[in-house]
């Protein structure tokens, strides 16, 4: 036998098997998507910081809405000026 028909015979195997610990467990069949959950140290460790997610305080937020009213209304008095 091929090297390529001996996999494809074990991963038939491989879903006979998980059909049958499916219906003997009785949990519903469904295909499992994504990586497994892990087990190890890395999944006991508590959740940190996403990267890159910031936080804006109050005075931040203050002055770039400051700084964009400043900007729109540049922009209104060059549209009037234009016409």
Do not use: F
């Not at 006991?44 to 996403?50: H, I, N, V």
């Amino acid at each position: 036998m091929e090297l390529a028909a001996i996999v494809i015979e074990i991963d038939k195997e491989i879903a006979r098997l998980q059909e049958a610990r499916t219906l003997l467990s009785g949990e519903p069949a469904r295909p499992k998507r994504g990586r497994p959950k892990s087990t190890g140290v890395a999944a006991k460790q508590p959740k940190t910081r996403k990267k890159g997610v910031r936080r804006l305080s109050p005075e931040g937020r203050k002055r770039i809405a400051e700084a964009m009213k400043r900007r729109w209304a540049e922009r209104k008095k060059l549209a009037a000026a234009k016409k």
